[in-house]
DNA sequence: ATGTATTTGTACGTATGTATG
DNA sequence: ACATACATACGTACAAATACA
């Protein structure tokens, strides 16, 4: 593990375990240097990444507090798949593979992921249930070119999992749009969806470290189940 | 300006300007510390500003590329006041402030702000209209300790702007979350809902940047003209 | 109100490690 | 094996904001 990495997990772990309290100052630049035997870029880049996570609040002339973490519960934010999610929430939870095939796509989705004309993709959709009740609806299309080989275990398990594990491609970046769309039919289908008749829409493009794009999802939630939290720092400067 | 703040923006103007074409590689960090007249460091800053905020992807041993910002309409992540947020759109925008008084908080409101008996809180309730449509429904409860004296005028224009160009303080970060909740009469009454019988709730703590919590707001927003776009990065390690 | 010490921020330099092609 | 490019780690010096005597 790099350096300023241990450096931030060993206070993390501190401040998890409240041996550092919120509201509490961490010890100075200069002082956590010497205490772990690092220099002070190290040390600058850990409390960085502490502070980007929302773990404390820089000041220059003051120093560093620590926040406090548990007020709300925290970040669903950023890239993380269903199953990196669902490890976090102690629910009853299932997935069910409604269908999963490597099929040619139609216009809109060869525009959509900017397909050349002999390039199939797989289309995934799956169910996600919360203490038996089907809340989530998820739909994703992959390039084919880039995951050429998809089975029902698979989806089943971690799409990402098995992208950047067994295939050993690094995943870079996302852009996602979270907006609300009446249900249609199929969605009426798939879930159990009481009298809404909104769903929370999450699109997603999903691109390599390379830049190439290859997925498109989108994540249908029932209302009440749907919750998004977010840490926003007023300036992001957290160089 | 700070050094890597100009490059950064130098950058980001040929990025925008095309100078720089999506898709093609920047200059390496040793070709531009020269052009730059620059330390090596103080061009990493300037390009980890720009990964952080969606410009570019970086990757070690090949270089940073150019990314394609028109693709999608941009975050509108982040901590932006609705004001900042307003100018970047190209509609008919009007804010009506239904009430912006000093009053003496109930048990919930002491509770969620962390007040003592004697602190009082400015309640504001704003409209906002999108093409004379009333859609979005603004409640911001602000501790009265911290900021005294507030009019219709100044709500009506920026709160945050205020707070922090004139009072002088440095809003350091908020915690926000969206929900979906069932319309109230409320906001039956002061907004234009047509059959919609559900809204986006955004809620949101506010802290300064000494970690006081000052503010609490609730921003209920017509489904349909809600949008929240996101920028993620699989590992947020842009040091 | 002033100066001094403290603390974080910026800038520069150098060396070595690691991934890519 | 080699060159290239970014990543990590060490160091120094000074600037800017803050706290306190």
Chains 1, 2 share one sequence.
């Not at 790099?2 to 002082?31: N, R, V």
């Not at 993709?121 to 995951?147: G, H, L, P, Q, S």
């Not at 798939?190 to 493009?205: C, E, G, P, Q, W």
């Amino acid at each position: 593990m790099k350096k300023y990495e241990s450096i931030y997990q060993d206070l993390l772990t501190k401040i998890e375990e409240h041996k550092i309290k919120a509201g509490e100052k961490l010890p100075g630049e200069f002082e956590l240097r010497d205490y772990y035997n690092a220099s002070r870029d190290t040390i600058r880049k850990a409390l960085s990444l502490l502070s980007q996570n929302g773990y404390i609040q820089k000041s220059q002339g003051k120093g560093s507090i620590v926040l406090d973490i548990n007020r709300f519960n925290f970040p669903v934010s950023g890239l993380t798949s269903f199953k990196e999610l669902a490890t976090s929430i102690d629910r009853k939870i299932e997935t069910i593979v409604i269908c999963c095939e490597c099929i040619e796509p139609d216009e809109e989705i060869k525009h959509l992921l900017m397909l050349d004309d002999n390039t199939k993709v797989w289309y995934i959709e799956r169910i996600r249930k919360f203490d038996d009740e089907a809340v989530i609806f998820d739909t994703d299309i992959v390039n084919a070119d880039i995951v050429p080989s998809l089975t029902k275990e698979i989806v089943q398990n971690s799409l990402f999992d098995y992208i950047e594990n067994k295939l050993g491609l690094k995943i870079g970046y996302a852009k996602k749009e979270i907006t609300c769309r009446p249900v249609t039919s199929k969605d009426q289908k798939v879930l159990d969806l009481k009298n809404y008749d909104m769903l929370v829409n999450i699109a997603s493009f999903v691109f390599l470290e390379d830049t190439t794009l290859f997925q498109y999802t989108i994540s249908k939630h029932r209302p009440d189940k749907f919750r998004f939290s977010d840490f926003a720092r007023r300036t992001k400067n957290t160089l």
